[in-house]
Each structure stands twice: as structure tokens, then as C-alpha cells.
């Protein structure tokens, strides 16, 4: 029988958001299976295996819906799959052949010979003498078109000086690169500086500086095409350091989002969190300033979550909150803290602030109503930004969304399967534990909970805490998945404990 597409969407979205990555995937695996040519659902898939840490099969899927548009000839979106998966996996060889293909039909000559060198280096490493051959023949063939004479004279769309740059002349393609800017000849120039970099990486100052000049000119776009060159050279390097670097020097110039969200990735990428906190600070004022309350609250409440006491991020979330039309939380008597630290046990600070904000919520009139609008909102945008990946985005949302009580108790359980998922138990069985203490949406999603929180205490090794909670759910749901087997197991091994 034919897999129902829509429905098999809606599971996986529904799986998806109980944090139950496997269970999604099987069953876009299925849906595929049924529908090989669900190009959409292929690539779909390749994302959840990027999140699952599975590279080899998140590849598969990128590669496998790039081929296909490479034989319809649609060159553009075959590149963009095919660096997709680069990004997974820098070494993949079909993918880097691939690319070369595309440069050198597109006429991008010095980016199909940066492929080429790129994959001739992986296939000696690799003892291939038969593919480093291959590689060098194509090399020499794109070398000769370098060197063919120049045409007659006649029409043609190349300006004076990319026709006059030689193409193994770092300064003066340089040179040629700012005539053509300066005529307005992007393309051409990008070309160039692309070469510039290939040739001689030691260039990257000059080109850094020829971007930052073009955004005090005001010229932001120019300027962060660029930006994009000198930074993706720097990665293709392994030099993380100088990507960051390049990025931070373009944001001290002009406040520009994109170059924001690309220093944000980079710096996620890198492992580095005091840059990563600053460029996050930020991108939040400049959502604020451009009105994007959603945008800078879930960005503000990340900064929050990693540094409580920071005033500065506080007066951030304050300004979301007021974008968002909902009161900010009063101000403490200590100086303005948004939060009040409470008496008791950790943790304490999501419930500090969850108190704050259900009185802000309050003073909103009606308050049922835009309270619950507002944590469906933050709610749903935390599943768009889990289905594309945005770990970290996704889960300030949903801490966003357990401080709205129409949402606080499916946000707090997705969040517990979350930490679960990502190794971290402690964080993950707090936050189920405060979903398990709600009312849940519905009697399955109370019993998944408090099954998800069990599985979470045995793996922490608290057996007894697990145990207990699994004889509670079989009183209240006898039959349920496999919960007598395991009060067995359990028992069985605690009674083996006592023995001994």
C-alpha cells in the first residue's frame, strides 16, 4: 500500500518535536523508500542525519538529490547540494569532482581549479596515483583554457581590465578586482579576488581591507560579498581564528545581519564562546533595531540563559518583551536585574524567571489569550529552527515558551529530550521533571514524559528514582510499551545490588 506522504510528514514533525530524532527519521527512511524520487523528502532527510551526527548518510542524501539536478542540468541548485554537503564532509571526493564540474561549465575557472587541487591532495593522501592523475589532466586542460590567446577584437560583456589582469599576476589581478568594483562590475571582481586568494593566500589582509573600505563607503553588499571570500578561503584553510577575525572587523564597520548570523555559525563551528556571545550581542541589538522582537527575544534569552546576572543582556530582553507588546518583568531593587534569585534548590533560574514573566504576562490584557498566542508562537518557532538545525536557537525558544503557561509543559518536556539526547542527563532530567509535574496535553504525552524521564534516570544510574516512577506509570497504564519488562530488569538488578 502507498506510504501517505502527508501523513507520514506529520509523524515525523510530531516525533520531531517530542525530541524523538530516530523515530523521524524512520520515517522519512520509509516515506523514501516509497517515494524514491521525493527530492524535497531526501533532502529533508539529509538534514535530520546532520543533527543525528550521521555524515556518511547525511551526504548520501545531499549528493543523491544534487546528482539528479546535475543530470536535469539545473547547475545553480546542484552547487548549492553539492557544497551543502561539502560543509558535512570537506573530503568527500565525488562531491569536490562535482563542483569542479559546475565551475568549469559555468566558466568559474580558478574555482574549478581550487576543487581539483583540493580533491588531488585527498587522493594522494589516500595512495590513489590513478585519481591524482586524473585530477592533474583536468588541471591542465582548465590551464589551457587560461592561456588561450585573447579572441579579436569585437563585442564582449569582459571589461578592460579583467581582460588585461594576467591570470597569474596576484597584484594586478588585485588591481583589476578594485577597477572593477569601482565600475560596478561585482561578478567580475569576486572572480578575480577569488583568484587573488587561491594564488596568494598571504593577501587576505588586503582583501579584508579593500571589503572594510567598501562598507565605510556605505557600499554593505560589495563589501560583504567580499567579507564571504576571504572568510570561506580562511575555513577551506582550517583557519578558524582568521575567519572570526575577518567577520568581527566587518561588523565593527556596518551592523549587517547576514555577516552576523555567518559569525554566529563560524564562531558555533570553532568552539569559541566568548566570541560567540559577543557576536550574539550583537546580532541582538541589531534586531532590536530593526524591530524584530521574536528574532532578538529568543537571542536575548540564549545570552541570558549563559550569563544570568549580565545586565546588559537583561535590558535586551526587556526591549524584546516590549517589541512583543508584553510588559517587561519589574525591576529588582539590587540595581534593575529583570530576575530576583529565589530560596531554594537548583534550578533555580528558569523558575525565577518564569515567575517574572507570568506577572508581566498578567498585566497584559486578555491575558489567557496573548499569553498562550505569544508561547505558540515561540513554540513553533522553536520546531523551525530544530527542523533547520539551529540547535541552539531552537532551544532558547522553547526555554522562552515554558514561561507561558498555556505551552510551559510540552516546551519543558522537548527540552528534556533534548539535553537527554545531546548527553546532557542532569539538564535534561530538571526540565522533564517540571513537565512531568504539569498537566500534560494530552494522557499519552503525561506517559511519554514520565517513560522519557525514567529512561533518563536509569541511564544517569538512578535506578531507584527510575524504578519508582516506572511502577507509577504501569498502575496508571498497564500494558504500557515495555514498562513491566524493565520493572523486572530493575528490580531484578536492585535486589542483586542488595544481595551482594
Same mark, same amino acid.
Given at each position: 500500500?502507498?506510504?501517505?506522504?502527508?501523513?507520514?510528514?506529520?509523524?515525523?514533525?510530531?516525533?520531531?518535536?517530542?525530541?524523538?530524532?530516530?523515530?523521524?527519521?524512520?520515517?522519512?527512511?520509509?516515506?523514501?523508500?516509497?517515494?524514491?524520487?521525493?527530492?524535497?523528502?531526501?533532502?529533508?532527510?539529509?538534514?535530520?542525519?546532520?543533527?543525528?551526527?550521521?555524515?556518511?548518510?547525511?551526504?548520501?542524501?545531499?549528493?543523491?538529490?544534487?546528482?539528479?539536478?546535475?543530470?536535469?542540468?539545473?547547475?545553480?541548485?546542484?552547487?548549492?547540494?553539492?557544497?551543502?554537503?561539502?560543509?558535512?564532509?570537506?573530503?568527500?571526493?565525488?562531491?569536490?569532482?562535482?563542483?569542479?564540474?559546475?565551475?568549469?561549465?559555468?566558466?568559474?575557472?580558478?574555482?574549478?581549479?581550487?576543487?581539483?587541487?583540493?580533491?588531488?591532495?585527498?587522493?594522494?593522501?589516500?595512495?590513489?596515483?590513478?585519481?591524482?592523475?586524473?585530477?592533474?589532466?583536468?588541471?591542465?586542460?582548465?590551464?589551457?583554457?587560461?592561456?588561450?590567446?585573447?579572441?579579436?577584437?569585437?563585442?564582449?560583456?569582459?571589461?578592460?581590465?579583467?581582460?588585461?589582469?594576467?591570470?597569474?599576476?596576484?597584484?594586478?589581478?588585485?588591481?583589476?578586482?578594485?577597477?572593477?568594483?569601482?565600475?560596478?562590475?561585482?561578478?567580475?571582481?569576486?572572480?578575480?579576488?577569488?583568484?587573488?586568494?587561491?594564488?596568494?593566500?598571504?593577501?587576505?589582509?588586503?582583501?579584508?581591507?579593500?571589503?572594510?573600505?567598501?562598507?565605510?563607503?556605505?557600499?554593505?553588499?560589495?563589501?560583504?560579498?567580499?567579507?564571504?571570500?576571504?572568510?570561506?578561503?580562511?575555513?577551506?584553510?582550517?583557519?578558524?581564528?582568521?575567519?572570526?577575525?575577518?567577520?568581527?572587523?566587518?561588523?565593527?564597520?556596518?551592523?549587517?545581519?547576514?555577516?552576523?548570523?555567518?559569525?554566529?555559525?563560524?564562531?558555533?563551528?570553532?568552539?569559541?564562546?566568548?566570541?560567540?556571545?559577543?557576536?550574539?550581542?550583537?546580532?541582538?541589538?541589531?534586531?532590536?533595531?530593526?524591530?524584530?522582537?521574536?528574532?532578538?527575544?529568543?537571542?536575548?534569552?540564549?545570552?541570558?540563559?549563559?550569563?544570568?546576572?549580565?545586565?546588559?543582556?537583561?535590558?535586551?530582553?526587556?526591549?524584546?518583551?516590549?517589541?512583543?507588546?508584553?510588559?517587561?518583568?519589574?525591576?529588582?531593587?539590587?540595581?534593575?536585574?529583570?530576575?530576583?534569585?529565589?530560596?531554594?534548590?537548583?534550578?533555580?533560574?528558569?523558575?525565577?524567571?518564569?515567575?517574572?514573566?507570568?506577572?508581566?504576562?498578567?498585566?497584559?490584557?486578555?491575558?489567557?489569550?496573548?499569553?498562550?498566542?505569544?508561547? =505558540?508562537? @515561540? !513554540? $513553533?518557532?522553536?520546531?523551525? +529552527?530544530?527542523?533547520? %538545525?539551529?540547535? /541552539?536557537? *531552537?532551544? &532558547?525558544? #522553547?526555554?522562552?515558551?515554558?514561561?507561558?503557561?498555556?505551552?510551559?509543559?510540552?516546551?519543558?518536556?522537548?527540552?528534556?529530550?533534548?539535553?537527554?539526547?545531546?548527553?546532557?542527563?542532569?539538564?535534561?532530567?530538571?526540565?522533564?521533571?517540571?513537565?512531568?509535574?504539569?498537566?500534560?496535553?494530552?494522557?499519552?504525552?503525561?506517559? =511519554?514524559? @514520565? !517513560? $522519557?524521564?525514567?529512561?533518563? +534516570?536509569?541511564?544517569? %544510574?538512578?535506578? /531507584?528514582? *527510575?524504578? &519508582?516512577? #516506572?511502577?507509577?506509570?504501569?498502575?496508571?497504564?498497564?500494558?504500557?510499551?515495555?514498562?513491566?519488562?524493565?520493572?523486572?530488569?530493575?528490580?531484578?538488578?536492585?535486589?542483586?545490588?542488595?544481595?551482594?
Amino acid at each position: 500500500m502507498p506510504t501517505d506522504r502527508e501523513a507520514a510528514l506529520k509523524r515525523a514533525e510530531k516525533l520531531l518535536r517530542q525530541g524523538k530524532l530516530t523515530g523521524a527519521i524512520e520515517e522519512y527512511v520509509r516515506l523514501i523508500e516509497d517515494q524514491p524520487r521525493d527530492w524535497n523528502a531526501i533532502n529533508a532527510l539529509g538534514d535530520l542525519y546532520v543533527r543525528a551526527g550521521d555524515a556518511e548518510r547525511a551526504v548520501a542524501q545531499f549528493t543523491r538529490v544534487a546528482d539528479h539536478l546535475f543530470g536535469e542540468g539545473f547547475l545553480q541548485r546542484a552547487a548549492a547540494l553539492y557544497k551543502k554537503a561539502l560543509k558535512v564532509q570537506g573530503q568527500h571526493e565525488h562531491t569536490l569532482s562535482q563542483l569542479a564540474d559546475i565551475a568549469r561549465r559555468q566558466g568559474v575557472l580558478v574555482d574549478a581549479k581550487a576543487y581539483l587541487r583540493h580533491l588531488e591532495d585527498v587522493r594522494r593522501r589516500r595512495g590513489d596515483d590513478g585519481g591524482v592523475e586524473e585530477c592533474q589532466a583536468r588541471l591542465r586542460a582548465l590551464e589551457e583554457v587560461l592561456e588561450e590567446p585573447a579572441s579579436p577584437p569585437g563585442p564582449s560583456s569582459e571589461s578592460p581590465a579583467a581582460a588585461a589582469a594576467p591570470s597569474d599576476d596576484p597584484g594586478a589581478l588585485f588591481l583589476a578586482a578594485q577597477e572593477e568594483l569601482a565600475g560596478g562590475s561585482e561578478p567580475h571582481a569576486r572572480a578575480m579576488l577569488t583568484r587573488v586568494l587561491t594564488l596568494d593566500p598571504s593577501r587576505h589582509d588586503q582583501v579584508l581591507e579593500l571589503a572594510l573600505g567598501l562598507a565605510r563607503d556605505g557600499r554593505t553588499d560589495s563589501a560583504f560579498g567580499c567579507i564571504d571570500l576571504v572568510t570561506d578561503a580562511a575555513l577551506l584553510a582550517g583557519d578558524w581564528q582568521r575567519a572570526i577575525e575577518a567577520l568581527q572587523a566587518f561588523v565593527g564597520v556596518v551592523r549587517h545581519v547576514p555577516a552576523l548570523l555567518k559569525l554566529v555559525e563560524v564562531c558555533v563551528d570553532a568552539g569559541v564562546d566568548a566570541p560567540l556571545r559577543a557576536a550574539q550581542a550583537t546580532l541582538a541589538d541589531a534586531y532590536l533595531a530593526g524591530g524584530s522582537g521574536v528574532e532578538a527575544r529568543v537571542v536575548a534569552e540564549d545570552l541570558l540563559e549563559a550569563d544570568p546576572d549580565n545586565q546588559a543582556h537583561a535590558e535586551r530582553l526587556r526591549r524584546a518583551l516590549e517589541l512583543l507588546g508584553v510588559a517587561p518583568p519589574p525591576a529588582s531593587t539590587s540595581g534593575g536585574a529583570v530576575t530576583e534569585p529565589t530560596p531554594g534548590p537548583p534550578p533555580a533560574r528558569p523558575e525565577t524567571i518564569e515567575v517574572d514573566l507570568t506577572e508581566a504576562l498578567a498585566g497584559v490584557g486578555p491575558a489567557p489569550s496573548q499569553a498562550g498566542g505569544e508561547g =505558540a508562537d @515561540l !513554540y $513553533d518557532r522553536a520546531v523551525e +529552527l530544530l527542523q533547520a %538545525g539551529r540547535m /541552539a536557537g *531552537a532551544m &532558547a525558544a #522553547l526555554e522562552a515558551a515554558t514561561r507561558v503557561p498555556r505551552t510551559r509543559v510540552k516546551a519543558a518536556a522537548e527540552l528534556g529530550r533534548l539535553y537527554v539526547e545531546r548527553g546532557e542527563l542532569e539538564r535534561g532530567i530538571e526540565w522533564l521533571e517540571q513537565a512531568a509535574d504539569g498537566p500534560a496535553a494530552s494522557p499519552d504525552e503525561g506517559l =511519554a514524559v @514520565l !517513560y $522519557d524521564l525514567a529512561t533518563a +534516570l536509569e541511564r544517569l %544510574g538512578e535506578p /531507584a528514582r *527510575a524504578l &519508582a516512577i #516506572l511502577i507509577d506509570l504501569d498502575a496508571d497504564a498497564g500494558g504500557y510499551r515495555d514498562v513491566r519488562e524493565r520493572i523486572e530488569q530493575l528490580a531484578r538488578a536492585q535486589a542483586g545490588s542488595h544481595g551482594r
